[in-house]
């Protein structure tokens, strides 16, 4: 099953109970080519940038699911929080990863205005299926972040022998050398790869021309051979 599939048929509870958050990463390891050249470098990261953004996308959907089934336990729950309104805490749910206070404050400000009964209850139930989405998010994402770690480690030694080499003109050894410390980069911290697009990235770099290896130096035996 390609990797995508796996995400995309996510839209029932049903479907969401059957997930394996490992099998997208392994799916997804299939279906990466080698990469040798920057060309591939730099589609491999492409596919990894939307390899994530798939992720993402698959969450908004959690994110409402999980939403309706925990208001839809409460009429009174169920009535405090309109369908578009439900629209906007899902597909942004993966903003509040790191600040779910903001999330329980903005549901339960939503609730009051529009006179529920319980505020802080329907805060957290917005809270409860968050934390759920937010929790399977980071599950399917593990084995992503490990494969991009994994790779990024492999690339970067070729990366500096490329950056170093006399042969290559300076313009493509500064190319190299920037995409060698990009590798580094996502070796150490594989979530940037959903920061910024590489273009970006690379371009933070500053320019750097890396030394190429001293060359073997002429000894007296080598003179000789050459006589």
């Known amino acids: 099953m390609p990797a995508r599939r796996i995400l995309d048929q996510i839209s029932t509870l049903a479907h969401l109970d059957a997930l394996d958050p ?3 990463a392994g799916e997804l390891a299939a279906e990466i080519p080698g990469a040798s050249t920057l060309a591939e470098l730099e589609a491999r990261d492409a596919l ?3 390899a994530l953004a798939q992720i993402d996308a698959m969450i908004a959907r959690v994110m409402r699911l999980r939403l309706d089934r925990a208001l839809a336990a409460d009429p009174a729950l169920d009535a405090a929080l309109a369908p578009p309104t439900r629209k906007v805490f899902a597909t942004t749910i993966a903003a509040y990863a790191t600040d779910l206070g903001l999330l329980g404050q903005r549901a339960r400000d939503v609730a009051a205005r529009g006179s529920a009964r319980d ?14 989405a937010l929790a399977l998010r980071v599950q399917v994402r593990t084995g992503v972040l490990a494969l991009i770690r994994e790779l990024a480690a492999a690339s970067a030694p070729e ?3 490329r950056a170093r080499d006399r042969a290559l003109d300076e313009p493509a050894r500064l190319r190299w050398s ?7 980069a996502l070796a150490a911290e594989p979530g940037r790869i959903g920061a910024a697009p590489l273009a970006a990235r690379l371009a933070a770099h500053p320019d750097q021309l890396d030394e190429p290896p001293p060359e073997r130096e002429v000894t007296f035996a080598d003179m000789i051979e050459l006589d």
Not at 119 to 132: E, M, N
Not at 178 to 184: C, F, G, K, V
């Open 178 to 184: 920037a995409m060698r410390r990009e590798l580094e």
């Open 119 to 132: 505020p802080d209850a329907v805060a957290a139930a917005v809270l409860g299926a968050a934390r759920a």
């Open 159 to 161: 990366a500096d022998r």
């Open 22 to 24: 490992a099998a997208y």
């Open 48 to 50: 990894f940038a939307d």
